[in-house]
């Protein structure tokens, strides 16, 4: 949904510019480095590459991502025992919740997790009872320019192997099954289209819609889960519209 993509946007852009961003750089560090164990050779290793991107989105100094690098790669010591693992839940109002954890203590990531969900009235659900909800998707997101057709644009993206393009308010999101992403990328990149965001993402099978009430509250835990140290990626089932995105970025901009 575009509102997803519009507020990512707007997440990315002050994580960049916001006083936290060494705890993003932390973030972003560790997912270089368990990639990294992959092999060092972005070129080789497609997961290590998407995270190299995402660490260059967020401005991320060129040094602490050749120090990830070989971090994990084992080149130089220091690298964590970090594991990942995927929690499952449910929030208010029927919404589901799969989340990506990076932890060195697993019982801290859980016990942060719990904490969370039961303050937010959810709770932690058992393997298995929400992934089944997600489909594992890439997904591109492009932001039109003055003059560009977006249903060319879809047109283009289908061609090139997509299963889905999404279109609204300036926004275009292109999902692909996941061996055809980086495919469906390099044709987008050759036509100099301005790609903001790419990644593998879990898109859910079904969206609910909430209330403006009930739907900002979703949001205001996903900000709260996506804080924590250890957690990666907050997926949800929440359908977010660009008016609530809006509206949210107003209510945030005006507490600062």
Do not use: C
């Amino acid at each position: 949904m575009s509102g997803h993509s519009k507020w990512a946007n707007i997440k990315r852009q002050k994580a960049s510019e916001d006083a936290r961003r060494g705890a993003v750089f932390t973030k972003l560090g560790r997912e270089i480095m368990v990639a990294a164990r992959e092999g060092a050779n972005p070129e080789m290793n497609f997961a290590l590459r998407l995270a190299i991107e995402r660490a260059r989105a967020a401005n991320m100094p060129k040094e602490n991502i050749e120090r990830a690098i070989k971090r994990g790669s084992g080149e130089l010591k220091g690298l964590e025992e970090l594991s990942q693992v995927f929690y499952e839940g449910y929030g208010p109002h029927g919404t589901a919740f799969l989340l990506q954890v990076l932890t060195d203590n697993r019982n801290r990531a859980v016990a942060d997790v719990r904490r969370l969900l039961t303050r937010y009235d959810g709770r932690m659900g058992e393997s298995g009872s929400v992934a089944w909800l997600f489909d594992r998707r890439g997904l591109i997101t492009v932001e039109m320019e003055v003059g560009q057709d977006a249903d060319e644009l879809a047109l283009l993206a289908i061609d090139a192997g997509a299963d889905d393009v999404q279109i609204s308010d300036g926004i275009v999101e292109i999902y692909t099954l996941p061996e055809d992403f980086q495919k469906v990328k390099e044709t987008l990149e050759e036509q100099g289209l301005h790609i903001s965001a790419a990644e593998l993402t879990m898109r859910p099978k079904t969206w609910v819609r909430l209330g403006e009430k009930e739907t900002l509250q979703i949001m205001r835990l996903i900000e709260a889960l996506e804080e924590l140290d250890d957690m990666q990626r907050v997926y949800s089932n929440i359908e977010i519209s660009v008016d609530l995105v809006d509206q949210y970025q107003a209510q945030w901009a005006g507490r600062s």
